[in-house]
């Protein structure tokens, strides 16, 4: 059987409730993955991924055109993010968004038919594959953020500051952010800090 289309097409055709659903999907599929065990997976790699990030995040949003008023912010920001229990750590696909994501419609509905693109796997805490499928597919929308978390399985309150700082850590840190163009894509906000565009980016 088919596997379907990748998401991107697909969701441009789909309707509010339609696109929620498939939210909670993603989320449900990121909650099945972080319960799995993968062979292979280097325990310690987060422990050595987080500062490699971190030295290379401040050249790089620089050179992409990511104001001062930001990129002064990162270092606090980001404090002490890389020493997470290694029990926290679960098998990540890093990358569930749009490119990745296989789907096919029923009647009813759609449904997630696959998941591709696992080369970038590693363990990691589950807010690292949350945030980039928030982030990526989600874009700002309150609706679809607290779809994903649902079916992801994440327990949040209205407004919960903590989770949403710890989404923008984990977004920050992902190779794959190009910050300055989502600032354009989502806007900012008024209040020119970190914990105010974790706020608009993660809307609960």
Known sequence: MPRGEDLGPAWSEMVGEERADVAEQLGFAL????????NGLQRD?????????????L???????VPPVWSRQFEPFLDGIEHDDPDRLLPLHTKLSFPTVQIRHRPGGWLLSGVSDFECAML?????????????????????VRSLLDGAQVEYEHHDLELQRRLLQMVLLH???DLARWMRRLGVPR??????????WFPM
């Open 59 to 65: 050249q790089r949003h620089r050179a992409g055109g």
């Open 175 to 177: 190779p794959d952010l």
């Open 124 to 144: 990691g805490p589950r807010e690292f594959d949350i945030a980039w499928t928030a982030l990526s597919v989600a874009r700002g929308k309150r609706r679809f």
């Open 31 to 38: 909650a099945d993955l972080h319960q799995r065990t993968i």
């Open 191 to 200: 209040t020119a800090t970190l914990d105010a565009l974790a706020r608009h």
């Open 45 to 57: 790699g987060w422990a050595g991924f987080v500062p490699r990030r971190r030295k290379e995040l």
